[in-house]
Nanobody, 121 residues
Framework: QVQLVESGGGLVQPGGSLRLSCVAS????????MGWYRQAPGKERELVAV???????NYGDSVKGRFTISRDTANNTVYLQMNSLKPEDTAVYYC???????????????WGQGTQVTVSS
């Protein structure tokens, strides 16, 4: 069993910053990829950023140059630093991970519960 727990969401003014955290725990052998998705009311879920085990990162077009994803491999944690926030960034942000499970040695995808980010003046 694997759990992902997000934190760091909240209310921020346009132009401000937030830092989201996601911690994975449980029967983990290796985290192969970890990233963030978001979903706004009435909109489809979209990729925000992802980092793979080799360190390569990818970003959604709407956040390039403003958001940065990073990881702390020793603590099974990924961060999303969000700068220059805009009202259109308002959404529930979900952590996702591709994890090789200990003992069974099979890869599965896991999702966190989500954390709300609201950008408003």
């Amino acid at each position: 069993q694997v759990q992902l727990v997000e934190s760091g969401g909240g209310l921020v003014q346009p132009g401000g910053s937030l830092r989201l955290s996601c911690v994975a725990s449980g029967s983990i052998f290796r985290i192969n990829a970890m990233g963030w998705y978001r979903q706004a009311p009435g909109k489809e879920r979209e990729l925000v950023a992802v980092v793979v085990s080799g360190g390569t990162t990818n970003y959604g077009d709407s956040v390039k140059g403003r958001f940065t994803i990073s990881r702390d491999t020793a603590n099974n944690t990924v961060y999303l630093q969000m700068n220059s926030l805009k009202p259109e960034d308002t959404a529930v942000y979900y952590c996702n991970a591709l994890i090789t499970i200990l003992r069974f040695m099979t890869q599965r995808s896991f999702w966190g519960q989500g954390t709300q980010v609201t950008v408003s003046s």
